[in-house]
């Protein structure tokens, strides 16, 4: 976005919302919902997570995910993700989960996944990508709350026949509870 | 968006995809998918559907499902919808179907979900509301292929524990089949 865009909050004819309008040329920039995509891949009751390279929340450990774009399914999405931030081929047992984040306006969809092909590696947004033992998970250094909540969700769930998709929980079942950051102030975004 | 704005596709710095920007002012309108919400609302065995007053597809039976909002949660959007289109209050059961679109950028989160309270009727945006029961459906009048989808996956879990979700089917799996209709071209949307 340019320095010298310039935009304000009106209602649309005949609509019943503000929407957010270039002041200068009329365009009104629908601020929907984005869709997440990721997953819990696991192996040997190994859970792959990524650590990330980027912010928000570089250093700390999150799932395979982000968002899904123009002309993708939300597997192929989740697929894509594996590969870019894990260098893994995943296949998809099914959706473990949607998570609303209203604060953020994000609809997560995570899936229940498997290696295809053994290996994997950090893509260029991850600093390493590892397996942890559900013992070994380093809870302190999770990126995000929706991703202890799907890793919980994974292990009530690990195996078997897939249930059917969990929500937020309880503890947060609007996405709205801001994020604290060990080291200082809440952090956004999956 | 008003005639003079002038959009161009380029890739802006560290993305690697084409986004549609504003020629004159530089605001990148990324375009991503959207997220429909909607339900299959059940009472005793029969099925709610809305015969829609507005295009695409006036005049043809849909569930209650529209645009998620910003600020929603998924489940919070599928109930405003019900009450939007069908003036009726609903209790959701958990996530029938997550159904990907990419022919037109959407994923349609539909839930399972019953009567919460007796009673339904047209809202703005509906001709008429009725109940069917499974053979009396109109399936030759039905707006979109979604609709078919939803309708078929609730069929099968209509009631007990509910499921695992479904993706799209087979048939159209990646949802990208146009939607011939009966009377013209293909129709986009839900």
């Known amino acids: 976005m340019s320095e010298t865009t310039r935009f304000v909050r009106r209602i649309p004819e005949g609509d019943d919302r503000e929407r957010l309008t270039c002041a200068d040329c009329g365009f009104i920039a629908y601020e929907n919902p984005k869709v997440v995509v990721g997953s819990v891949v696991a192996a040997e009751a190994r859970v792959l997570l990524c650590?990330?390279?980027?912010?928000?929340?570089?250093?700390?450990?999150?799932?395979?995910?982000?968002?899904?774009?123009?002309?993708?399914?939300?597997?192929?999405?989740?697929?894509?993700?594996?590969?870019?931030?894990a260098r893994a081929r995943i296949a998809l047992d099914g959706v473990l989960a949607v998570y609303s984040i209203a604060r953020i306006g994000q609809v997560q969809v995570i899936f229940r996944a498997r290696l295809a092909e053994p290996g994997f590696a950090a893509g260029p947004e991850?600093?390493?990508?590892?397996?942890?033992?559900?013992?070994?998970?380093?809870?302190?250094?999770?990126?995000?709350p929706s991703v202890r909540w799907a890793l919980r969700a994974w292990r009530a769930a690990s195996a078997g026949p897939l249930?059917?998709?969990?929500?937020?929980?309880?503890?947060?079942?609007?996405?709205?509870?801001?994020?604290?950051?060990?080291?200082?102030?809440?952090?956004?975004?999956?």
């Open 51 to 85: 650590r990330r390279a980027i912010e928000p929340r570089s250093g700390f450990w999150t799932l395979p995910a982000g968002y899904l774009e123009m002309g993708e399914t939300v597997a192929e999405g989740a697929q894509r993700e594996a590969w870019e931030e």
């Open 126 to 144: 991850s600093l390493e990508v590892r397996q942890f033992a559900w013992e070994d998970i380093p809870w302190e250094q999770i990126a995000f």
């Open 163 to 190: 249930p059917a998709a969990v929500l937020n929980p309880a503890e947060d079942a609007r996405g709205t509870r801001p994020m604290m950051r060990p080291d200082g102030p809440p952090a956004a975004g999956l």
